[in-house]
């Protein structure tokens, strides 16, 4: 049997590492995963079986919200029943109501099929997925808005969080249809997001995930926002009125989620196969994701730290970008450092070293990860340094760089003579490098 190229195999161990964190993080953890009709007819649920397979596996308890917008269509035209939509809102008279039962149950016996698949060769392979599903969701009325009757159009009045546990509690999925009862017996057309927001409201989800049409919510100039805090994101729903029209409807969705006790939320591709794993179990994502409030802080580094350090600064070692460090000297000098961190994860570091007998400070080791390094965190390393150099009565920082020097130059920096470095700076300056100086007052 052939071996598997070297560098293929050393990227799977690598991810496979980088992802040990995530699984433990995940495990017992509750997901509701959002996803419209069109994952179904497109012929992409089997896929999304596959990592939903994965998280069953990893002990993350599942909520699955499915939509069925497609597939109400398709019954409507078969039985000769006009749509009528007021906004982007469904109203479902008698006949429609009809059509949407109908393509709920098609839809809910298909999902389960599938999620029942134990083909050899394949990812269900062994697999052994429950499927619970059940009247979790009392609705009421939307009635009369503007002159327009509804009808059998609703919205979520409450959500079975308790009889949803007991399910998750017996390590079944749950599937959850847009249909709610009401006290009285009557059935009522709910949307996807309604459901999937209160449901995920109602666990205090520790992930709500919309699978969206696009990539996720994007600025101005159209470019992928990969975290938002719920204020950033009203501000950007209230200042982008260009945003893709999915956006339009999950983001508010997202924001409401994370308001009210949902850990986080997310917006991520249907259409890129194993989407879910790479937001969920690698450190750049895939999506946007949505905080309550930035889980970043910057704080002095520890011991803990030396592996997370080593992680960002070790690529730039052997670029010749930065000095390399011994291991057993970072040790030693970690009291000299401090990072960036979110949820465990070290995103950027740097590290201070005083001269008080020449009232200046090094700024040192200044680096991000790659796939970090586009939110202005290395301007927030930078800040920290200073205001800590500023607050132990520091008059200038100074930074040897071979690469950088603009980036400092655009922050205030100056070019220097060696002749301005502390006299033990100058004794260990390495000429072979070459590195340039760039001193910065700070202001008291």
């Not at 799977?12 to 992802?19: C, E, L, M, P, Y």
């Amino acid at each position: 049997m052939p071996k598997p190229p070297a560098l293929k195999t050393e990227a799977f161990v690598k991810w496979f590492r980088s992802a040990t964190p995530y699984i433990h993080q995940w495990g017992g953890a509750t997901f509701v995963i959002a996803f419209g009709g069109e994952v179904l007819a497109d012929g992409e649920f089997q896929q999304l079986t596959h990592d939903i397979n994965v998280l069953v596996s990893l002990e993350v308890r599942v909520v699955l919200v499915h939509g069925t917008r497609p597939q109400v269509e398709e019954q409507m035209r078969q039985h000769g029943v006009e749509s009528r939509y007021v906004g982007a809102r469904r109203v479902t008279d008698a006949k429609a109501l009809s059509c949407v039962k109908e393509a709920n149950g098609i839809v809910r016996v298909e999902m389960e099929a599938l999620l029942s698949m134990e083909l050899a060769n394949s990812p269900m392979w062994g697999a052994d997925i429950r499927v619970s599903s059940g009247n979790f969701v009392t609705a009421k009325p939307v009635g009369v808005v503007d002159g327009v009757d509804f009808g059998h159009t609703g919205e979520v009045r409450k959500i079975d969080a308790e009889g949803i546990r007991k399910r998750l509690d017996d390590h079944e999925v749950v599937l959850i249809s847009p249909i709610g009862f009401s006290p009285t017996g009557d059935v009522f057309n709910c949307t996807l997001e309604d459901v999937a927001t209160s449901t995920a409201i109602a666990l205090q989800a520790d992930k709500l995930i919309f699978l969206t049409e696009t990539a996720g919510a994007t600025d101005a100039k159209g470019r992928l926002l990969s975290e938002l805090t719920v204020k950033q994101a009203g501000e950007l729903l209230a200042a982008n009125g260009a945003l893709p029209e999915d956006v339009r409807v999950y983001l508010p969705c997202a924001v409401k989620a994370c308001a009210n006790g949902v850990r986080r939320s997310h917006l991520i591709s249907r259409h890129v196969d194993g989407a879910l794993l790479i937001e969920l179990f690698t450190h750049h994502g895939i999506g946007t994701m949505l905080v309550p409030e930035s889980p970043e802080v910057i704080r002095d580094a520890t011991a803990e730290d030396i592996p997370g350090i080593v992680q960002i600064i070790e690529p730039l070692e052997q670029q010749g970008i930065l000095v390399r460090r011994e291991r057993d000297r970072l040790e030693g000098e970690i009291g000299r450092f401090f990072v960036i961190e979110s949820g465990g994860n070290i995103l950027g570091c740097a590290a201070l070293y005083p001269f008080p007998d020449e009232s200046t400070a090094e700024l040192a080791c200044l680096a991000v990860n790659p796939f970090y390094r586009d939110g202005g965190r290395g301007e927030r390393l930078l800040a920290f340094a200073e205001a800590r150099a500023r607050q132990a009565g520091f008059r200038t920082l100074f930074v040897l760089s071979t690469r950088t020097t603009h980036w400092f130059i655009e922050r205030g920096f100056a070019e220097a003579d060696i002749a301005r470095l502390p006299a033990r700076k100058q004794s260990l300056y390495n000429y072979e490098r070459r590195s340039k100086i760039f001193m910065k007052g700070l202001q008291p």
